[in-house]
């Protein structure tokens, strides 16, 4: 569903008035990841990794300098602007700060991606409310983001990001924000509506658990380049992606799914 | 006094309204060019970022009183006429685009770099990013740079006596100053001061109300 080849990305420097030239960036230096359809995969990494690039070369947010982001059997990066466009309407995404206009509702804000594509306005209201009550905010259609919780704020974002019915859906740390009961229930969203919806969802995070809990593949991003990526079931305890995932042991469950097991990180006491 | 006061009330209310409409229309679109332009934003063009602002700082830096005598040609050639409230409309405009343009930019940068991603992650066009997203999310901010603006030319609008356009500012220094009428005088600074009260009340009401 998404496959980038030999993905590049370098933030050149701007000569400053004073002092020396800092040095160019190399975000991302040569990445090749494949996402099948219906997966969710994770990207961990330590920060700095060029996890946030990666995630914006998919939509071409970031333009990469070389390489190829090929997304529902299409190379993004060969598409004209408008074509693009076009494209990204295929691809919801959702942010660590929900990133949701202050000043419209609820509805307002799940409205404007199919106000863009010029429904009408009755059709706008109507599919914009289905998608508020299928994650669970039937009675919030007309607060403002400002009498939302963390939680609530990110169901509107999803709502969102799925009004148009995308195949793909990118997450950019969604659950960063958010506590670790709310984080839950979101991440249980995404899943159900994966799986209700036949959603492709690429996530990245800073967090462990989140892969842990969701994801049926991961990888993980170093220095620019894909060190190791593997479905979860697959993984080995003693590889760096287990270590970063702190998978001690795992094991597939009966039903063969991809649930898997996890020692929990001890909990630390400052007693 | 009564009648001349009202007069003088009318034609800086006539002066005032025209060229701060002239000047809506004309600083808000410079002044999303002002932003869209700059670096790293919308449709990066430095080289037209570079020319608009020095437009706009020329326009800034000139004294009112000057600007108002230097444009005379323009003036006739727009509103048929070099003197009365309407020549003074032309100089008015051309002094506020510039402030107003500058105080649209700032609302504009105002507004989180994430909703201006998030509206190319939707697959709105540039445009579409600046009248769905841009203008509607800096509102207040707009509104409380208008109700500014229009302060400000009420305070300008007292030189443009200069050019025969009558209004408060005008009848306060020639009948009230120079004719030795000081009740007059007083009757135009009380009337100038309810008139910015009520406006920027008005403004900050406006403002409050699209706040969410």
């Not at chain 1, 609820?106 to 009755?122: C, F, H, R």
Request: proline share 4%; net charge positive; hydrophobic share 50%.
């Amino acid at each position: 569903m998404i496959t980038l080849s030999d993905v590049h990305k370098t933030f050149r420097a701007r000569r400053p008035l004073f002092g020396a030239k800092k040095p160019d960036v190399h975000a991302l230096n040569g990445v090749d990841l494949h996402v099948q359809p219906g997966e969710i995969y994770g990207v961990v990494g330590p920060s700095g990794a060029g996890k946030s690039t990666l995630l914006r070369s998919i939509n071409l947010l970031e333009r990469p300098d070389r390489g190829s982001v090929i997304v529902n059997d299409q190379d993004l990066t060969t598409l004209s602007a408008t074509k693009l466009r076009h494209a990204r309407h295929d691809i919801g995404m959702i942010f660590q700060h929900f990133n949701l206009l202050a000043r419209s509702t609820a509805i307002e804000n799940v409205a404007l991606p199919l106000q863009l594509q010029g429904l009408s306005k009755t059709q706008r209201r109507q599919r914009a409310a289905a998608l508020l009550e299928r994650v669970g905010l039937a009675d919030k259609l007309d607060a403002y983001p400002a009498q939302l919780s963390g939680g609530q704020k990110q169901r509107v974002a999803i709502a969102r990001a799925l009004a148009v019915q995308p195949k793909v859906l990118l997450s950019d740390e969604a659950t960063s924000a958010l506590d670790s009961e709310t984080a839950d229930e979101v991440l249980a969203l995404i899943r159900q509506l994966r799986d209700d919806f036949g959603l492709t969802v690429l996530l990245i995070t800073h967090d462990p658990y989140v892969v842990r809990s969701i994801c049926d593949s991961a990888a993980l991003l170093q220095d620019g380049r894909i060190a190791q990526a593997a479905a979860l079931t697959e993984l080995t305890p003693d590889s760096p992606l287990a270590r970063r995932l702190k998978i001690a042991t795992l094991a597939s469950e009966t039903t063969g799914s991809t649930r898997h097991r996890f020692v929990d990180v001890p909990e630390v006491s400052y007693a | 006094m009564r009648e001349a006061l009202e007069l003088a009330t009318w034609e800086t209310l006539y002066m005032v309204g025209w060229s701060a409409l002239w000047t809506v229309v004309l600083g808000l679109p410079l002044g999303v060019l002002l932003v869209v332009t700059s670096r790293g934003h919308l449709a990066t063009v430095p080289a037209l970022n570079a020319v608009l602002g020095a437009i706009v700082n020329i326009g800034r830096s000139l004294p009112f009183i000057i600007l108002l005598v230097a444009v005379v040609p323009l003036t006739r050639t727009l509103a048929g006429t070099s003197i009365g409230p309407n020549a003074a409309i032309v100089p008015l405009t051309i002094a506020a685009v510039p402030f107003f343009a500058r105080i649209v930019e700032t609302s504009l940068r105002e507004v989180d770099a994430g909703l201006l991603e998030t509206g190319q992650a939707l697959g709105a066009s540039r445009l579409q990013i600046i009248r769905k997203i841009l203008l509607p999310e800096a509102l207040p901010g707009l509104v409380a740079g208008i109700t500014i603006t229009v302060v400000a030319l009420i305070s300008y609008s007292a030189m443009a006596g200069v050019v025969g356009a009558g209004g408060l500012g005008d009848l306060a220094v020639r009948r009230g100053y120079q004719g030795y009428e000081t009740d007059i005088t007083v009757a135009c600074v009380i009337a100038l001061v309810a008139l910015v009260q009520a406006l920027q009340s008005l403004g900050d009401f406006l403002a409050r109300r699209l706040t969410h």
